[in-house]
Each structure stands twice: as structure tokens, then as C-alpha cells.
């Protein structure tokens, strides 16, 4: 029960398809998503349920927490630029293991007005991303480690804390959705934040309809950017390795050789001082210098050998049924 005295209530469409992120059955909500195999219950806070797994929580707000804030230097112009507010559930991630959250609240003003545009063009995201969302506009689209990225209603966007327009929380590890639900399942700039890519890449499997279709992005070239934490980059062989397990439809780059200049020619000048404001001013003064290099990824996103140096790939690949699999290895053969 809600403090306004009334129960908070789950929109149908998503009550219908959660799961007990422990068990993966099918839970009582009235009120609270209550777990009647495993006794867990989950809160609900407005009109969405938190589905944490609470020692994967602990583990998540433990890591945070080693991060010193040096390392997270970057994390400043990501708030800037994504506008991260919000009521965030791992309170440690932007408390006290990132120490610019205590900047004043008119350096975020002004820092968004002076903010250049990305180094990157991304045109995959509406010739590739956007065709497979309108394929599948009435059927069940997920939206992992969806941030700030909203693609359009009826998405359902799914992230580890409570940011606006958030429909479920909890984490990627333990997806609390029923098996073979979504005919869509989206993953943008998320595997090099999770230590454990291999079991969300078995999540996403598990909750995809067979025939279902993945769209995945990773970074390639990119700076550290702990936001909360940063593990790793995929090659696009090493993304396809990763995700061997659904049929390949097409893989290449999304953020090209111009991009990967522009965003370490950024932090290349930035890293010329410790201080924090300016490091930020001279990364801002680098970006209005070099983003309009992004329009010759136009062209060079196209070449042989863009995906050497590009700092993005993307992957789209689909759960195929096993027999037909099986049918079609036998007749290759």
C-alpha cells in the first residue's frame, strides 16, 4: 500500500509477463510482487516494480563503491549530455563513489548549454534499429540498460535503477520476465558495464521468442567511461563470439574511425589536468573542435577496414528454432 492509501498497480501488459527474478515463476502482485515458490517479495514503487535479487544488489552497490571517483571523471559529462535525474535506488552510485554529483547544480546548467554535440553519427539506429521496431510495433519489444534511451511507447524499458520512464528494475543478470516473451530484445552500450556479460546474453535468450530478433550495439574504441563501472570492449568477432548462440543475421560498424578520433581526441586534451572543472572545460572545448569530423564516418563507415579502428558495432541476430536448425544443418551437410 502506497502512503496516498492506495495499491500501486502494474500496467497489464507487463504484470502479465514478469517473473520472480530468483525463480522465474510466476508471481502474486497485489500491492507487491510476491514470490509464492521462493517467499521473496518485491516492492513497487509508483506503477513499477524493483526486481532486484538482493545480494546480486549488494554485489552491484559493493563495486560501485572501490570505483574512486578519479576514475569516473568522465562521469560529469555523461550526466550532462544523458541529463541523468531521478530517484536512483543504488544510492552509492551517485553518492560518495562519484564525487561530481556534489557539483553545484549551476555548473549542470551552464555544462548543458555549452555541452557540443556527440562525435558520433549513428546511422545504423535508423536504418537497421528502427526497421526492426516497426516490424514488431504490436508485439513485446524489451529495451535492456535502457538509460535515458527511450525509442518510443510501447517499449518496455528495462534498467538497473529507477530513472524516468523506467517500466521495470532490476538487473540484466536476472531478467524477471517468463520465458520466451519478447519478440524483440534491444541492448545498446550495455555489455561493457556489466561483469557478467555471458549470463545477460543467456537472460536475453531465455525471455526472446524462438524467431525473436536481437539488436545489439557495443563500444569498440572508446575511453573508459565508468558510469557506474566500465569491464570491457568487444572486436566485432568477439561480439559475435559472445552472442554465437542466436543465428547471425548482419554485424558491422555503427560509430566509425572518425568517432573513435573524436571521442580519445577529447579526453587526450582533457587529460592534460587534474582538476576537475578543467578537465571538463578543456573536453568541452575539444568536442566543439572536432565533432563536424563526424560526418566523414558517412562515408568511411562503408570502407573494407572500418571496423578496425571503428568505436561501435552493432550485432542483429535472431533465436531460430532449434529443429528448423537442425533441418538446415542436415541439408547443408
Request: aromatic share 10%; with cysteine.
Amino acid at each position: 500500500m502506497s502512503p496516498g492509501g492506495f495499491s500501486p498497480v502494474i500496467p497489464e501488459r507487463i504484470a502479465a509477463i514478469l517473473a520472480c527474478p530468483k525463480c522465474k515463476l510466476k508471481p502474486i502482485i497485489d500491492g507487491a510482487v510476491f514470490c509464492a515458490h521462493c517467499g521473496t517479495s518485491y516492492p513497487i514503487e509508483g506503477n513499477v516494480p524493483i526486481l532486484h535479487v538482493e545480494n546480486a544488489r549488494r554485489e552491484i552497490e559493493e563495486e560501485i563503491l572501490k570505483v574512486k571517483s578519479t576514475k569516473n571523471l568522465t562521469s560529469f559529462s555523461e550526466a550532462i549530455s544523458k541529463e541523468k535525474e531521478g530517484r536512483f535506488l543504488l544510492s552509492p552510485q551517485y553518492g560518495s563513489a562519484d564525487s561530481t554529483t556534489e557539483l553545484p547544480s549551476f555548473i549542470y546548467r551552464i555544462g548543458k548549454r555549452l555541452y557540443p554535440p556527440a562525435p558520433v553519427l549513428n546511422q545504423v539506429i535508423g536504418g537497421k534499429r528502427q526497421p526492426l521496431v516497426n516490424k514488431f510495433r504490436n508485439g513485446l519489444i524489451l529495451n535492456v540498460g535502457c538509460g535515458s534511451d527511450f525509442i518510443q511507447e510501447g517499449i518496455i524499458n528495462f534498467d538497473l535503477d529507477l530513472l524516468p520512464g523506467v517500466d521495470v528494475v532490476g538487473n540484466g543478470e536476472n531478467l524477471p520476465f517468463l520465458d520466451e516473451q519478447f519478440d524483440l530484445i534491444i541492448s545498446q552500450a550495455v555489455l561493457e558495464h556489466v561483469k557478467r556479460p555471458r549470463r545477460i546474453v543467456n537472460e536475453i535468450y531465455r525471455v526472446l521468442k524462438h524467431g525473436g530478433y536481437i539488436y545489439v550495439e557495443s563500444p569498440f574504441l572508446q575511453e573508459y567511461h565508468g558510469f557506474p563501472l566500465d569491464f570491457r570492449r568487444y572486436t566485432i568477432t568477439g561480439l559475435e563470439n559472445l552472442l554465437s548462440q542466436f543465428k547471425k543475421i548482419e554485424s558491422g560498424v555503427c560509430g566509425g574511425p572518425s568517432a573513435t578520433f573524436g571521442r580519445i581526441f577529447r579526453e587526450y586534451l582533457a587529460s592534460f589536468s587534474d582538476n576537475l572543472y578543467v578537465h571538463q572545460i578543456l573536453k568541452i572545448l575539444a568536442g566543439w573542435l572536432i565533432f563536424p569530423l563526424r560526418y566523414l564516418d558517412l562515408y568511411l563507415n562503408e570502407k573494407k577496414y572500418a571496423h578496425i579502428i571503428a568505436m561501435g558495432i552493432y550485432y542483429i541476430g535472431q533465436k531460430a528454432d532449434q529443429r528448423k536448425s537442425t533441418d538446415a544443418a542436415c541439408i547443408e551437410s
